[in-house]
């Protein structure tokens, strides 16, 4: 069963932080590629952060720098953890996962339902 659970959203000031949880099935944790999407209103969405069974990183330009992602395998969990926070973070954001270990930001086959992260 493919399940993914976003949780951490809410308001920051700019320049404040967020973390940012997404607790997977087993089935949908052991993919080889786990990501952060975002979309904000009138936009397209567009990947943030993804990272790999091996624990490889790839960031969009817009948040190197200033997001993490990480993942505890203990409890199937990706984090993101985003500081220096603008109000172009403003967002719904999204967990995705898939089977293909190619880090970009295509052939994402299972999401979440997201959690809205908003900075003012």
């Known amino acids: 069963h493919v399940q993914l659970v976003e949780s951490g959203g809410g308001s920051a000031q700019a320049g404040g932080s967020l973390r940012l949880s997404c607790v997977a099935s087993?089935?949908?944790?052991?993919?080889?590629?786990m990501a952060w999407f975002r979309q904000a209103p009138g936009k397209e969405r567009e990947g943030v952060a993804s990272?790999?069974?091996?624990?490889?990183?790839y960031y969009s330009d817009s948040v190197k720098g200033r997001f993490t992602i990480s993942k505890d395998n203990a409890k199937n969990t990706v984090y993101l953890q985003m500081n220096s926070l603008k109000v172009d973070d403003t967002a719904l954001y999204y967990c995705?996962?898939?089977?293909?270990?190619?880090?970009?930001?295509?052939?994402?086959?299972?999401w979440g339902q997201g959690t809205q992260v908003t900075v003012s």
């Open positions: 995705a996962s898939k089977a293909s270990p190619e880090q970009n930001w295509s052939d994402f086959a299972y």
């Open positions: 087993k089935a949908t944790y052991s993919m080889n590629c």
């Open positions: 990272i790999g069974s091996y624990g490889n990183l």
